[in-house]
């Protein structure tokens, strides 16, 4: 471990592709407190950590030389959530209206879990503990 750099996450920064659309998902999905908001951003507080919503148009200097990846590319990372009964929460994404990916699904290492997509296609993953962990 590098001294003086801490072990725990923040901030995770989505980069999305329509601010309203995306806001209007996550406080449709999660029951999120806003912390900051404005025309181009929108930061939510997930216990501990934060999710800040980001217009795509924004990113370009945040990850200079690297550029953006599309939202078209696919799905390059998955942000998971325990709760303690997934095919409660399935059944209660699909009332919103909100269509699953995958699941519920009885995972070898001990977790059942189903996924969903925000708008821009970033996947969240819920998962329930149902075997040794």
Not at 58 to 75: D, I, K, R
Request: hydrophobic fraction near 50%; charged fraction near 20%.
């Amino acid at each position: 471990m590098i001294k003086g750099l801490p072990s725990e996450v923040e901030v995770i920064t989505l980069f999305v592709d329509d601010i309203a659309a995306s806001k209007a998902f996550y406080a449709k999905v999660f029951a999120s407190e806003i912390v900051w908001e404005d025309a181009v951003s929108s930061v939510l507080r997930f216990g501990g950590l934060l999710i800040n919503l980001l217009d795509v148009s924004q990113a370009p200097p945040l990850v200079a030389p690297l550029p953006v990846g599309p939202s078209s590319a696919g799905a390059r990372a998955l942000l998971t959530i325990r709760v303690a009964d997934v095919d409660e929460v399935c059944f209660a994404l699909r009332g919103i209206g909100v269509d699953l990916l995958n699941g519920p699904i009885d995972r070898p290492w001990g977790r059942r879990t189903a996924s969903f997509a925000d708008p821009s296609g970033h996947v969240w993953e819920i998962a329930q503990l149902i075997g040794p962990t």
